[in-house]
Nanobody
Framework: QVQFAESGGGLVQPGGSLRLSCAAS????????MRWYRQAPGKEREWVAR???????YYADSVKGRVTISRDNAKNTLYLQMNSLKPEDTAVYYC?????????WGQGTQVTVSS
């Protein structure tokens, strides 16, 4: 059974940083592309970043230059380093993979950027 456990969210002031983690289990983590999504109140879930199984990275324009996605295949863990955070980054952040023909999601971790 595919499972994700996100952590690392919290309340941070504008300009601050957070590092999100996503512990994965139940599938061959190193063989799959992994993604971070986020969903702000009243808005649709949006894609944030992707890392391929080979380590190539891709970012949404809204976070490019401020966010770094990475993975540790030995630990089956996905990361999202977020710097220069803005109030508009406030959202629940989810990790995601397309495994066995369907999307798998974690429960999410709340990030709130506010002074």
């Amino acid at each position: 059974q595919v499972q994700f456990a996100e952590s690392g969210g919290g309340l941070v002031q504008p300009g601050g940083s957070l590092r999100l983690s996503c512990a994965a289990s139940g599938f061959a983590f190193s063989s799959y592309d992994m993604r971070w999504y986020r969903q702000a109140p009243g808005k649709e879930r949006e894609w944030v970043a992707r890392i391929s199984s080979g380590g190539s990275t891709y970012y949404a324009d809204s976070v490019k230059g401020r966010v770094t996605i990475s993975r540790d295949n030995a630990k089956n863990t996905l990361y999202l380093q977020m710097n220069s955070l803005k109030p508009e980054d406030t959202a629940v952040y989810y990790c995601n993979a397309y495994v066995g023909g369907s999307d798998a999601w974690g429960q999410g971790t709340q990030v709130t950027v506010s002074s």
